[in-house]
């Protein structure tokens, strides 16, 4: 699917919770989720819903027996890893507030941390 120009991939939360995230952005949030998880960390992940479906917003508790799908549109095989916007989304999945996804931060300039 094509949002924007962007591919829109999805992530599922035990096959029934949904929720529709650009190609590049579900592939820092991946990393993000399996680095700790692989730790043994769980930790909240909170996402806005699209106001076709009635907005709001969504909060998943992500633990290391969670059952997780990340459905990607296109191969990311070779994409580009952006270390600022990952270290960016590891602190708010390290923070009480949990994981959410921020703007990606452009080359060479620090993230912001707040929504």
């Known amino acids: ?3 924007g120009g962007h591919l829109v ?3 599922i939360y035990e096959g ?3 929720t529709e995230v650009e190609d590049r952005a579900l ?3 991946q990393l993000v989720m399996t680095a700790k998880l692989r730790r043994g960390e769980p930790f909240g992940f909170s996402w806005r819903e699209d106001y076709s479906i009635g907005g709001g917003r969504t ?3 992500v633990h290391p027996g969670s059952n997780l799908v990340f459905k990607y549109d296109q191969d990311l095989g070779h994409a580009h890893v952006n270390a600022h916007w990952t270290e ?3 602190a708010t999945a390290n923070a009480p507030s949990g994981l959410y ?3 990606e931060p452009a080359p ?3 993230p912001r941390t707040q929504a």
Do not use: E, Q, S, Y
């Open 108 to 110: 060479g300039h620090p």
């Open 27 to 29: 592939l820092h949030l």
């Open 1 to 3: 699917m094509v949002d």
């Open 59 to 61: 909060t998943v508790w």
């Open 16 to 18: 029934n919770v949904k």
């Open 101 to 103: 996804l921020l703007p």
């Open 88 to 90: 960016a989304l590891a």
């Open 9 to 11: 991939g999805r992530f």
